[in-house]
């Protein structure tokens, strides 16, 4: 592991409820020369120092954090690599927009087209005068659609297995999906996943199903549904979940029900919206999302040699 340095500056802030936190300054410099390669670099040599960064005592299970480092691509503003309290993502929607908002505080940015390289690949956005960020994310897919899975206590659950950025196995109900629920929903969907993994139910190509989505009715009269999204590492998400709803999208395109262009609104389990459609593009559905971001506050972080929790920490589940 590289050594910790002796402070990093980041951005906090908000997206639809949930938090971001955008490192801008500190962070080792990460070899290779691909976002792909910078990420397993990130992986191989700084895992502490994430943990350090979004996990107690300087964080929490809900913070996403976001590394910003030199593009990739000559025609891009930035690269980011998204990270949670457990390891790295592909993608993250709302990360993004956190981003992009964050980049105009620094006063990197101001209205217009923007691109960032992530691993997932390229994302292009676009920021208005008013704050309203719209992002185009990578390629969504569907790689399932009613994937049975036993869960004990739950019996048989059927859901979608689709891509936004990541991958989810989302699951329709028409129960309704409340805060007051959170603790009983977070039980459930941790125990799919949990199930997901143990019976070999994957994504293509094998690749990890790390979300579960529930899908239910709306309570906002301008949403077309409201969502409960449970991240890796037990926490859930806060906004409509930029990748989950790109991968609902795609299953509701798959079963007929959305065309190119039509708008989807998206409520989250805290009553916020995003607003998504897709495009097809040389056989390829490319999601649009659009949603608000706000900075909340500037940090510093230390890490003093002998605090006991430098690297922070994670509470089990």
Known sequence: MTPFPSAIRAVDSHTEGEPTRVV???????????????????????????????????????????????????????????????????????????????????GRLTAGAVRLDTPAGTVEARLDDDGLVTITNVPCLVHALDQAVDVPGLGRVTGDIAYGGNWFFIIHTDEPLTLARVGDLAQRTEAIMTSLEAQGVTGADGARID??????????????????????????????????????????????????????RQESITGSLFTGWLEECDGALIPHIQGRAWVTGEVTLAFAADDPFRAGFTAAR
């Open 211 to 264: 979300h579960v989505e529930l899908s239910g009715p709306p309570e906002r009269s301008d949403a077309d549904s409201r969502n409960f999204v449970l991240c890796p590492g037990g926490a859930y998400d806060r906004s409509p979940c930029g990748t989950g709803t790109s991968a609902r999208m795609a299953v509701l395109q798959a079963r007929g029900l959305l065309t190119p262009g039509q708008r989807w």
């Open 24 to 106: 801008v300054e500190g962070w080792p410099v990460l070899a290779g020369r691909t976002m792909l390669e910078r990420r397993d670099a990130l992986v191989r040599q700084h895992d502490q120092l994430r943990s350090a960064v979004v996990c107690e005592p300087r964080g929490h299970d809900a913070m996403v954090g976001a590394l910003l480092t030199p593009p990739e691509h000559s025609d891009s503003t930035a690269g980011v690599i998204f990270f949670n309290n457990v390891g790295c993502l592909g993608m993250c929607g709302h990360g993004t927009i956190g981003v992009v908002r964050t980049l105009q505080w620094l």
